[in-house]
C-alpha cells in the first residue's frame, strides 16, 4: 500500500509472500519521493 503527499491510500501491487512484500517496500522507498509505503496483510480466501 501507499499514501502520498495528499494522504490518499492506493494498492500498488498485491504478491503472495511477506518476503517479496517486504522487499517491495525497500525498494519503492529508496526511490525517495514523499509517499510512504506499507504491507496490508489479508487474510487468505484458501480453505484451512
Known amino acids: 500500500m501507499r499514501t502520498d503527499d ?8 498485491s504478491v503472495t509472500s511477506r518476503c517479496e512484500a517486504e522487499a517491495l517496500v525497500r525498494v519503492y522507498e529508496a526511490r525517495g519521493h514523499k509517499q510512504s509505503y506499507w504491507i496490508l496483510d489479508v487474510p487468505s480466501l484458501r480453505p484451512h
Do not use: R
Not at 495528499?6 to 501491487?13: D, G, I, L, P, R
Open 6 to 13: 495528499n494522504a490518499n491510500e492506493a494498492e500498488v501491487k
